[in-house]
């Protein structure tokens, strides 16, 4: 049988070529597209791509960044494959792609450089200075690390991320892949993903690929049989001229139209067509010498990608006969060469290689397989492909042996649901090792149940967890109650995620184990329990931190007094929260513990009004979580928090960055919700209307369950209120304004019955004061708007007597008080408002925003009280701040108020400030008519006459009705 019989040009995939063509033109320019090839075994995909990266690479401009490509090749096994096998292969193909240096600049930081050298070992070296601290296991940590890497090289490079046979992906390489196709971080990036269409459906950790296909922003390529015309092509392509026209009908035919089984009937060269497809693969195996034939067997037990080192070890020949048959193999096309080694040239010719080796022959390679690569070091993945020799071997104690040490190797933590799976094989195996008990240290099967449970948690897949937690509580017989208590913690994690409730039966059936044991590690699992059970209630709380002192261990402390200071800033103490989040940060010892009451600190300086002590320690976060490689997880929640403080600040561009940024990282609803809201609030001030709603609609229309998260819900309401005020504020006619205030009013009850936290009422405050001045230019217009707003006055006037002494928020206070005083006289509500404007310092208590307000309420009172200079100054003082904060919002209002009250123009200018009616008023007031006298005269009520008058002395920059009808007069033609 010949070797490889391959058609020199690509046939039949014009369109799905033009169509991968495009995705990676659009990288190469800067525009990152993810796109899928979905098709059968042996289909072409992978031609398919390697043909466009062919092109791509031949019609590359001087001007265009360099191709990289770097390829995961995922392998049959799903987590029972060798760990990080697949992302391996890809940050192998970076660094062989843009060498040491630029991976080393673009690993950047020591968290992402300890993850690469789990990942590659060869990396190790640099990771070695990082110093070694426990951190949680995570799958992001190693889906952030790379995303970061290929980002940085993305700026220089044209980074093409092939992600083949996603079908077989483990948990870790397809949660990468999917959360990539999402994000897209970069800048000339291309993702390619193909996979069996067949085979990916019924696989748990492949949800999040399969819910790519609902995404209208991933092209999907699917990958049909070749016609017979096709055939005929391709035939003619490899073969010119050797096959008759029925005889390419035969072999289209035969192949059913797939390629690859084209290009094997093709290389048969005139012997006998076979029964089955399956032995049409093993012809070209057979036909081969013995000494091919064994390394190909060998290859085939070995897994897709074998390193030569280790080939020559489980082969036992000399290196020249090893080569040897290694070249023929090579020619014949059956294997090809990794960047390590070697693997099959197409999937299926493994999986029929494999299966045409006898079970013995295979169980011998499976040990041999194992004993080679026992010396090749004891990391975590070589352990774990160890292991899985073994009990293919049909090892099951070694097996068993070397998955514990696997579990001891640092590296579990990144991939959790490979770790898990370990976990459980050591559960499974229980009953058939010798002495299990003692081979794990003394633990039970119920502990390896749990563990396995608790890696499945950190992976986040909380109901298969919740099932190997309640398996691990049913098992027969007596248990430890240490363990079975921790089994129970793990059943209420399960529970807390999947129905956002706590098991409060679970808990105290824990509570009553560790009650009265005195072991630290029974200590420290109560104190967690209590603090639990006690999440509501101060005392018990206290008594949680008290009984986590005695346990000795700093995490549980730590995390029982952040829970006590969360428990504090609820109940508006946030004094107290305060000094537990210090002592909370004091005494952690882990990353993880630490950011907890660093945001806790945060949070209550934030609450509290300090918005520049807010940002100092968030902008701490994220540079923790940079270095740590965690962007994604701790990085995109830091700049969520920032992205809010930055607002009130001023900062308005920055806000906008950190949350379109943390967009880009995060997929959770309420994350994305998070940033959506910032970005939206943004829209508002800087008076774009209609983006703020298609942001509103967008979360409305595609994550409706954000807003029964209370606190979410309350920041979209308060969001929602701003923008009918600002729309009320825009509206000058009563009649329109009454109109319009209903809505305001239901909007305010709504979000008052949201506010289920003291702490966020006083965010509230001053759109309620807000409220009440605008609806006090039409009071006595409608009876039930008037007491509706008197409720509004009262719930303003209770929350400004609660923070009379708020320190930060002092001027937020004030603020509201001059909104409040709507019966003051114009000289009494300047007073007000420069008090107010006073008492504001940057970053303290008051938004910029509502400074900006309270400088536009401080002129509309120098213009009521005639200091037109007064109000001109304050105006333009105005002015020269909105360019620095980006709230052009107030801009344009600054403008309309200098045009209505005719700051800075001459009487004519002043007099065409007026509205046809507000004209029509003037005419008669200049007549010497009273208000009633002008509502009969043009059929309106006095109460509107005397708003229109009111408008009018404002307009023209005029004290009274004398002075008004003088005004008429002199600029009368």
Known sequence: MAGVAVSPVLIGRQGEFEALRRALADGRAGLPRAIVIRGEAGIGKTRLVQEAILSL??????????????????????????????????????????????????????????????????????????????????SDLVSDTIETVVERLSERFHVVVVVEDLHWADALTASFASLLAITLRGRHLSVVLTYRSDEIAGRPALSGVVALEARRDIEHVELARLSGAEVGSQVEAIAPGRFSGADADAIAARSGGVPFFVEELVSLEGEELPGALRDLLLLRYRSASPGARQIVALLSVGGDDVDH????????????????????????????????????????????????????????????????????????????????????????????????????????????????????????????????????????????LRRAAEYLWHAGDYLEARALVTTALALPGPSDPVERAAALWWLVMCEGWITNRADEVALVE??????????????????????????????????????????????????????????????????????????????????????RARMVLADVAFFEGRYEEALQLYAVMLREALDAGRERGHGAVAMLLMGQVLLPLGRVDESAAQARRALQLVVVPLDRSAALRILAEVDLWADRPDAYAEKRRLTRDEMPEVFDVPDEDAGWRRLDLLERLVRISDEH???????????????????????????????GLPLRAWLVAEADSVQGMDASIDRGVDGVREEAEAVASELEDGGALTPLVA???????????????????????????????????????????????????????????????????????????????????????????????????LTE????????????????????????????????????LTKLGVANRTEAAAFAREARP
């Open 309 to 448: 080192d280790i080939l020559l070890r489980v082969s036992g020949r000399d290196r020249a006969v090893l080569d040897d048959g290694v070249r023929e193999a090579l020619e014949r096309g059956l294997i090809a060469v990794t960047a390590t080694g070697y693997g099959f040239r197409h999937a299926l010719l493994r999986e029929a290689v494999y299966g045409d080796v006898l079970p013995g022959e295979r169980r011998d390679a499976h040990r041999v397989y194992a004993d080679a690569l026992e010396g090749a070091g004891a990391s975590f993945s070589t352990l774990a492909a160890v292991a899985e020799h073994r009990a293919r071997a049909g090892d099951v104690p070694a097996a068993f042996d070397a998955t514990v040490r696997c579990l001891a190797q640092p590296g579990s933590e990144l991939a959790p649901s490979t770790t898990a799976a370990l976990w459980r094989r050591l559960a499974d195996w229980w009953d058939v090792v010798p002495d299990a008990q003692d081979r794990v240290g003394g633990a039970s099967r119920m502990e390896m």
């Open 510 to 595: 824990a509570e009553g184990l560790l009650t009265g044991r005195e072991e630290p590690a029974a200590r420290a699992l109560l104190a967690l329990v209590r603090s639990l059970l006690g999440r509501h209630d101060i005392d018990a709380l206290q008594s949680a931190v008290v009984i986590a002192r005695d346990a000795g261990d700093p995490a549980t402390l730590a995390i029982c007094l952040t829970n006590l200071a969360g428990r504090f800033a609820f109940e508006g103490k946030l004094d107290l929260a305060a000094a537990a989040g210090r002592e909370a940060f004091a005494v952690a010892n882990g990353a993880a513990e630490r950011h």
């Open 57 to 138: 690479r031949a019609d590359a401009a001087a001007d265009d960044p360099p191709v990289v490509v770097a390829t995961a090749q995922c392998v049959d096994g799903g987590d029972g494959a060798p760990p990080f096998h697949a992302l391996r292969g890809l940050v192998r193909d970076l660094r062989a792609g843009v060498g040491d240096v630029l991976l080393d600049s673009a690993a950047a930081s020591p968290g992402v450089r300890r993850t690469l050298g789990v990942l590659v070992p060869e990396l190790a070296e640099s990771a070695a200075t990082v110093a070694p601290e426990s951190i949680e296991p995570s």
């Open 733 to 763: 006619d009563g009649r329109r304004k009454l109109d319009l205030l209903p809505g305001a009013l239901e909007l305010e009850t709504v979000l008052r019955t949201s506010e289920t936290q003291s702490w966020v009422r006083p965010w």
């Open 815 to 913: 603020c509201a008080a001059a909104e409040l005083a709507t019966d003051a006289t114009p000289p009494a509500r300047v007073t007000a408002w420069r008090a107010a404007l006073a008492a504001a310092r940057d970053g303290h208590g008051l938004p910029i925003q509502f400074a900006h307000r309270a400088r536009l309420r401080l002129a509309e009172a120098l213009v009521a009280s005639g200091d037109r200079a007064g109000a001109d100054a304050a105006l333009a003082e105005l002015r020269d701040q909105i360019p620095a904060t980006g709230d052009t919002l107030f801009a344009r209002w600054a403008d309309e108020l200098s045009a209505r009250a005719g700051l800075g123009g001459d009487p004519g200018t002043r007099i065409a400030s």
């Open 917 to 952: 009616r507000e004209s029509q008023v003037l005419e008669l007031v200049a007549r010497g008519m009273t208000n009633p006298q002008i509502g009969r005269e043009l059929f309106i009520s006095p109460k509107t006459a005397s708003i229109h008058v009111s408008s009018i």
